[in-house]
């Protein structure tokens, strides 16, 4: 069955317009993420990027540690937390797993706070803010993804975490161009679930957004 001649047009320049406004959102989501504005604070938050199934740190975990301990060492912040509860059936969170990995890159132990609740980066702000109120830091230098930037800062915003944006390419180089492109497609989706969620009035996401 052909489709009326009208309703084809319609359908593809509602297509493409879509696919134009969410090219956009990626292109501002990607350039938002690049500035580093690392500056000293009372604590380096890392959001979980991972796990592998052996309990080891993701590629995505493993650059944002490296940065987050590059930082550390260079006396901006005294403490870390690391965050992110359990991913599937891993015998690790991502939380412990990145608490380790710190540890083994020369991070003391005390240096090292952790939550392992948290399943997607709005409960990465909840339980990250219950940590800071519990030893009374009151501004965090916060490392992830250069795509992830955007939306991190504004889910921590909305816990009353003022944060300050260091992204870990800044150690860990660009990322690969298909995985740049893939994620920050991703993120763009993400904001489109957040906002529907919003309106909604559903509960914090449990996704791995």
């Known amino acids: ?10 359908l593809v320049s509602f297509l493409l317009i879509g696919f134009i406004v969410t090219t956009a959102a990626a292109a501002y ?3 938002y993420g690049q500035a580093d504005h690392a500056a000293a604070a009372d604590v380096i938050i890392i959001l979980g990027g991972g796990t592998l199934a052996d309990g080891s740190p993701s590629p ?3 650059r944002r540690v490296e940065h987050a301990v590059a930082l550390y060492r260079k006396g901006l ?3 870390l937390i690391c965050t992110g509860g359990y991913t599937q059936q891993h015998p690790k969170s991502e939380g412990r797993a990145c608490a380790d990995l710190a540890h083994q890159k020369g991070v003391p132990t005390p240096a090292i706070l952790m939550e392992e609740i948290s399943t997607s980066t709005e409960e990465n702000a909840i339980e990250a803010q219950k940590v800071m109120a519990v030893h009374g830091f009151k501004t965090a230098l916060l490392v992830t993804d250069n795509f992830h930037m955007l939306r991190a800062e504004m889910l921590f915003h909305r ?3 003022s944060v300050i944006l260091s992204p870990a390419q800044v150690t ?9 492109v893939a994620d920050t497609y991703r993120e763009v989706g993400a904001f489109g679930w ?6 909604l009035g559903l509960p914090n996401t449990s996704t791995r957004f």
């Open 1 to 10: 069955m052909r489709l009326p001649r009208r309703l084809f047009r319609f």
């Open 29 to 31: 989501v990607y350039h």
């Open 194 to 199: 957040y906002a529907i969620k919003t309106a």
């Open 159 to 161: 816990q009353g975490i």
């Open 60 to 62: 995505a975990t493993t």
């Open 172 to 180: 860990a180089g660009p990322l690969e161009a298909w995985r740049a």
């Open 77 to 79: 912040a005294p403490f």
